[in-house]
């Protein structure tokens, strides 16, 4: 494997494909072939790639063979009188039946594999996968765990003004945690366009589709940290949503639940709290960075014709009511999606703050703020 | 009656064309389509090239430096759409008018009015979807495959107009095909049954009859689409009790079949091209037609391959394996006879003989990983990552594009009377040859070590072969400049080419001078 220096060097590498082939510099065979993964299934599809990959080379050799052979030793100078056969009905049901008899040898281990992979019985842990534009949501049905987990690569990296670190593009801020040994079942949607949920090293690619709920399941015996993508175009930012599992043991996945649990209730109690404009718009501008700026870009202006200006525009300067409902409840028909179940009270609050404030809004609009109670507000049932 | 018909067909055959812009846009010779065709075709190559090479540069380090990632998706949707729609399809159809008729011996395509108007729409169908790129909002985005929600309720508003050309593109080639079809049924020489048609007329039957039956399932989900943004229906509206799936569903069972209208007409190509230059009449013709009509009913059932993962019941995504699996068959029948007709033959090679055997080597090696992404538990592994993209690259470049290239080599002598210069042919073959491996053999790595397509950036340990894919595609993008100059040098003169051209060649399109007359086979020749 590569260290971090010698990684981020290489791709400076501009100079020459001299470079490029001496051999430390060059991808590990690893990096060159399927991952065997770290799960029963996983191996079982690897070993599966492997024999077909064998067949199809030695089908090749012999193929190949024959026709090079022919190139080499028909040609016009060393055989100037062609034979004239050109229909011969034994060989040719050979190779009619022969292929046939081949791909069954193939269609059969492939076809029980497929056959475990389907198995959707109840999992020990279930967790729904949700795909939105452009990061991902796990909930943890039994224990009510709920959060985002979004890319942490900084665009500095990602526009080469900083170097890049040795996970670039496959870091996130919070990964999916699951504990050795158990059985795992991922119930995958989405809630825009289709995602897909890619996890190589335990071979499961599926489609989040919104309106639908497609399962994988996994049973990993490895601790570790696993890596993956979306790989289903799904806009700008495609490229920019992995996929991060952390495997642990029993004993800290519990903690780390209990740690999920406790969080959730000091979020509840900073709900109560009475906030200032500043606080607010402090906290706003980070909800802001992470959740806003790939549409509605740094300095709020968006891209023209496809996501809004919200600098100077009318609804965040001077319709407080109007902002709310367009956070909590998304635009029917465009990118906008609901933020209502991705974002606490607080950080609702704080980022409407945050577009009201920033980029001379307040000085042009009614600079009203807008705190936590004014969302759980909204959210109470109307009468 | 008959004297009638004799005597206007020997005024005809003094007149030639018309001088002019108007010769070009009034023409019904199927000739002069042919060109008008085979032009655009490699207008479009060369835009659609274009593409790419933004593309391959913006991937040529990790990092964002050329482009930004919503103008990469632009362009990945472009160069799919025009080099699909607008290079190889074209192609194939000015390929067809130009030697349909001089292969069956029929004086002229069937319908000579639709051919025109059939050509005619096309510029202004890329026109309409270019000029997306200028608008607000930018060009389709979405990838050729314009799954829904993102190509609706997500899209830019240029939708609409890539909408309103992919109808355009639709009309075009169902007329090309009808008349196809017409031509090859009705306008045969005296004695020219069925099964003694050449294989390209064979591979053009074909093709147009999956055309025709697939175009307008096209045509009906980009209505859809139309609906769902236009009209407020739901068809691909989760929200509104739609189905995004049935999207899929919808422009596979187009898309399938489609890639085989890109192929099909390769193989006919292919056929003629090795029979010739091994000097040995084809190897099992009567094979090569059933194979390909395999192939093609085929098509119609095996669409869901390309949806392993979006969550079909275990006995779909077992048929769909065992159906796509099938095609190996047939496709490995027509790669056995065009070997066997190398075997024993008596071979040189032309610059259209290097490409047709590049094609077979190379078309084949796109069917190995094919049949691997056949496999639904290993495509759960390939799918959607550049193993897809090395794989359908590999039979669309050194594919079909390789064919069309063969043939313009092969018949250019034919259409201008002059002979293309060999040592700038084989330079041009040796450059594409080299270049397109560089480019897409190494995709097979990095896709099979994790990295998806359709991304404008990647994780550093897909930087290598990148980079050198990335001077793959520039090296195959800077031969085609060669190809164009090679091409205007042989029509603008060259050593005369005889009527048959080549020493082996075979079929009637070879028993009329060289350049062919503007009227050919005004009477019918008897074919025994």
């Not at chain 1, 996983?42 to 024999?51: C, G, N, P, R, Y």
């Not at chain 1, 996968?129 to 985002?148: A, C, H, R, T």
């Not at chain 2, 075709?41 to 391959?56: C, D, E, K, P, Q």
Request: net charge negative; with cysteine.
């Amino acid at each position: 494997m590569f260290k971090k220096a010698t990684r981020s060097a290489n791709h400076k590498l501009l100079a020459g494909l001299t470079i490029l082939f001496s051999s430390n510099t060059f991808a590990a065979w690893n990096d060159l072939n399927m991952t065997e993964g770290v799960t029963a299934i996983s191996k079982e599809v690897f070993d599966l790639h492997m024999l077909i990959f064998w067949i199809c080379v030695a089908i090749g050799l012999v193929v190949f063979g024959i026709m090079f052979y022919s190139m080499f030793a028909f040609t016009k100078k060393k055989n100037p009188n062609p034979a004239t056969f050109h229909e011969n009905t034994k060989v040719e049901l050979a190779w009619t039946v022969v292929p046939f008899l081949i791909l069954v040898f193939m269609a059969i281990p492939a076809s029980n594999t497929l056959t475990k992979i389907y198995d959707d019985t109840e999992g020990d842990i279930n967790i729904q996968v949700v795909g939105y534009q452009w990061k991902w949501q796990y909930k943890y049905l039994e224990d009510g765990i709920d959060f985002f987990s979004n890319l942490t690569t900084d665009w500095d990296e990602i526009y080469n003004k900083t170097p890049k670190g040795e996970f670039y593009l496959e870091e996130v801020d919070e990964a999916v945690v699951i504990p050795v040994g158990k059985k795992i079942r991922f119930l995958i949607t989405a809630n825009d366009v289709i995602h897909s949920w890619w996890m190589p090293d335990f071979a499961i690619k599926q489609d989040a589709i919104p309106g639908f709920i497609n399962t994988a399941w996994t049973i990993v015996d490895e601790p570790g940290i696993y890596r993956g993508k979306c790989t289903e175009l799904c806009g700008k930012n495609h490229g920019f949503m992995p996929v991060v599992v952390k495997v642990v043991t029993q004993d800290e996945y519990d903690a780390w639940v209990q740690d999920k649990k406790d969080a959730a209730f000091r979020m509840a109690e900073l709900t109560e709290k009475d906030w200032s404009t500043a606080e607010l718009t402090e906290r706003g501008e980070g909800v802001y960075l992470k959740n806003c700026v790939a549409c509605h870009q740094v300095n709020g202006q968006g891209i023209a014709g496809i996501f809004p200006n919200l600098a100077g525009s009318d609804i965040v300067l001077n319709n407080k009511a109007k902002n709310i409902e367009i956070l909590m409840e998304g635009v029917q028909g465009a990118a906008m999606q609901s933020f209502a179940n991705q974002l606490s009270e607080v950080d609702m609050a704080s980022v409407i703050t945050y577009t009201r404030q920033a980029w001379g809004n307040a000085e042009n609009g009614d600079g009203e703020i807008v705190v936590p109670k004014d969302i759980v507000e909204y959210k109470k049932p109307k009468v | 009656m008959s004297a009638v018909i004799e005597s206007h067909n020997h005024d005809d055959h003094h007149h030639g064309p018309a001088k002019g812009l108007t010769r070009w846009l009034y023409t019904t010779n199927h000739k002069d389509i042919g060109t008008l065709y085979l032009w655009f075709s490699f207008a479009m190559f060369l835009i659609g090239g274009a593409m790419a090479m933004v593309i391959r540069a913006e991937l040529f380090q990790p990092g964002m430096q050329i482009v930004e990632p919503e103008f990469y998706n632009q362009m990945l949707t472009l160069h799919g759409l025009i080099m699909v729609f607008g290079a190889v399809m074209p192609a194939f159809v000015g390929l067809a008018n130009w030697l349909v008729p001089m292969m069956v011996g029929a004086p002229d395509m069937a319908l000579p009015r639709m051919n025109n108007l059939s050509f005619w729409i096309l510029p202004f169908a890329f026109f309409v979807l270019l000029s997306s790129l200028f608008m607000e909002g930018g060009a389709p985005n979405f990838g050729w495959t314009f799954y829904a929600p993102l190509s609706t309720t997500y899209a830019p508003p240029s939708v609409t107009f890539f909408i309103f050309s992919v109808h355009i593109m639709g009309a075009s080639s169902i007329m090309g095909s009808i008349n196809v079809i017409v031509t090859i049924m009705n306008m045969r020489a005296p004695g020219m049954t069925l099964m003694k048609m050449p294989l390209f007329v064979w591979s053009w039957l074909i093709t147009a009859y999956l055309l025709i039956a697939v175009m307008p399932v096209l045509a009906g989900a980009v209505t859809m689409m139309l609906m769902d943004i236009h009209f407020g229906t739901s068809f691909f509206n989760a929200a509104g009790g739609g189905d995004p799936v049935l999207f899929q569903h919808i422009f596979w069972f187009f898309g399938h079949p489609e890639v085989y209208i890109m192929i099909l007409p390769a193989f006919g190509i292919a056929s003629h091209i090795i029979e010739t230059f091994s000097r040995k009449q084809l190897f099992g013709y009567a094979s090569m037609v059933w194979a390909m009509a395999s192939i093609a009913i085929l098509s119609f059932v095996v669409w869901a391959h390309h949806m392993f993962t979006v969550g079909l019941p275990l006995a779909a995504e077992l048929f769909f394996m065992w159906a796509t699996m099938l095609i190996a068959v047939p496709t490995g029948v027509k790669v056995f006879n065009w070997v066997t007709t190398m075997f024993k033959g008596s071979i040189t090679y032309e610059t259209p003989m290097l490409f047709a055997i590049a094609f077979v080597v190379l078309f084949t090696i796109g069917g190995f990983s094919g049949l691997m992404l056949a496999i639904t538990p290993a495509d759960f592994q390939y799918h959607d990552t550049y193993f897809v993209v090395a794989h359908f690259h590999y039979v669309l470049v050194p594919g079909s594009i390789f064919s069309i290239m063969a043939a313009v080599y092969y018949w250019i002598p034919k259409w201008t009377g002059n002979m293309y210069d060999e040592r700038l042919g084989k330079l041009h073959f040796w450059l594409s040859f080299i270049g397109v491996n560089v480019t897409f053999f190494p995709q097979h790595w990095i896709g099979l070590a994790g990295m998806p397509r359709r991304i404008p950036d990647y994780a550093l340990q897909f930087a290598d072969w990148n980079m050198i894919s990335s001077v793959g595609a520039f090296l195959f993008g800077a031969s085609q400049i060669l190809f164009l100059f090679i091409v205007v040098k042989t029509v603008m003169g060259g050593k005369k080419a005889t009527p048959e051209v080549w020493e082996g060649s075979r079929g009637l399109e070879w028993t009329v001078e060289s350049p062919a007359p503007y009227h050919t086979f005004t009477t019918p020749p008897k074919v025994n």
